[in-house]
């Protein structure tokens, strides 16, 4: 395994691929066409029904994503260029960030060499930083800038991961994020991440609940496993949190994730200073660089968990992970064993790989992207660009609505 140091000059020092090391063909690329696609990941999906609430105080009131949440957003975003090479990029935000690169961010791209990712991703950003400098406008923008990436992976006939400093590791320990955890158990999975269902909303009966169910999981698991768990911001109060993590010693957690919202960062500051029992973990739903760069200022986690599909593309991520290195903090993306989080999760300090389509009611699409798996591990694949096995058909055949049906 390389050294941190040799990993930061590898992904800190170059700005993109030095043009002599890419093989030209026929001139200069040019960007011809920018097509977003809303997709369905899931076999099976309740996405785009309207919901139901027990009244005006049903919990689930505070937790009602619509069609924005997850990978249930998803999007695929098409880049074809003049000499016949096509991107494909993962990125988040469903219809919305799709008619945010039909109507503003194409603009930017058709006709522009797409070799060019970190002048192209500087101009969509400032372009759009009067609305868009989190959310939305920047799961639009990831997508993009990972179907730019792909491009230029398949352009030099070379994998990303290569281009942007090669692995510092072969293969990488994978964690199921799965309620059943007899599903990673028959998998093969040694790391298991849980949903906890209920917060503050619930009171005393919750914390009990998320005892008990916990208590069951670390034994049906056992005791040399590794257990997390994701809260989902439903503990979004200090004093509820400092109480969970002192109930939950018994269980040995290795991270809580996301017990706060994310807006909170000086909260999640001070559970990194006063929990001792376990790591505080945060940034899925923080929004490039710039974002990450308040949240670790104030020290609010303690493993970086950045989406590539959601944080401003790999051209982002990069940036993030140099940060996190500085500082000698790991790195394990969200969806990190998708072969878009696999460029970083092989080339940074990652101990882990999060499940992505793997035990999942995954279609082929979704399968498309994900990383191959054996005996607990990810591995990385020599194919160019991000390695996916992705095609215009595929993604046409899975496109979704973010629409709403009745």
């Known amino acids: 395994m390389r050294s941190r140091r040799s990993f930061l000059g590898a992904l800190g020092s170059v700005a993109l691929v030095p043009r002599a090391a890419i093989p030209r063909t026929s001139g200069p690329l040019k960007i011809v066409s920018v097509e977003a696609v809303p997709v369905r990941l899931w076999s099976r999906s309740s996405q785009g029904r309207l919901p139901t609430f027990g009244g005006p105080y049903d919990p689930a009131r505070w937790r009602y994503s619509g069609p924005y949440s ?52 500087d101009q969509m950003y400032s372009s759009g930083i009067y609305y868009g400098r989190r959310g939305v406008f920047v799961m639009a923008l990831s997508g993009i800038d990972n179907a730019l990436w792909d491009i230029v992976g398949k352009y030099a006939e070379t994998p990303v991961h290569r281009l942007i400093g090669g692995p510092t590791q072969e293969k990488v320990p994978g964690y199921i994020t799965n309620s059943d955890p007899t599903v990673g158990l028959d998998l093969g999975f040694r790391h298991f991440k849980l949903g906890v269902r209920d917060g503050v909303l619930e009171g005393k009966a919750g914390m009990r609940r998320t005892e008990a169910v916990l208590a069951r999981v670390r034994e049906a698991i056992g005791p040399d496993h590794t257990l997390m768990i994701d809260c989902g911001c439903r503990w979004n109060d200090i004093g509820y949190t400092l109480e969970m993590a002192e109930r939950l010693e018994s269980v040995g957690l290795y991270f809580i994730e996301e017990p706060l919202s994310p807006d909170n960062i000086l909260g999640y500051q001070r559970l990194v200073e006063e929990v001792d029992s376990t790591l ?6 923080e929004y490039t660089q710039y974002g990450y760069q308040m949240l670790l200022h104030h020290r609010g986690t303690e493993i970086l968990q950045p989406d590539i599909s959601w944080c401003g593309g790999l051209t982002a991520l990069r940036k993030i992970a140099v940060m996190g290195a500085e500082r000698g903090l790991p790195i394990i993306p969200h969806r990190g064993s998708s072969l878009y989080g696999m460029a970083i999760v092989l080339t940074a300090n990652a101990p882990l790989a999060e499940s992505f389509g793997t035990g999942d009611q995954a279609t082929d699409l979704m399968l498309a992207m994900t990383s191959p798996f054996e005996d607990g591990y990810y591995f990385a694949t020599d194919k160019p660009g991000f390695g996916t096995e992705i095609t215009e058909k595929m993604v046409h055949e899975h496109a979704g609505s973010s629409a709403l049906q009745g």
Do not use: C, M
């Open 70 to 121: 997850q990978l249930a957003s998803a999007i695929v975003v098409i880049i074809k260029t003049d000499q016949g090479i096509t991107g494909y990029g993962f990125g988040a935000g469903g219809g919305a960030a799709a008619e945010i690169i039909h109507g503003h961010l194409r603009h930017l791209l058709v006709g522009s060499d797409p070799l060019n990712v970190e002048l192209l991703w």
């Open 280 to 285: 505080i973990v945060s940034g899925e739903h």
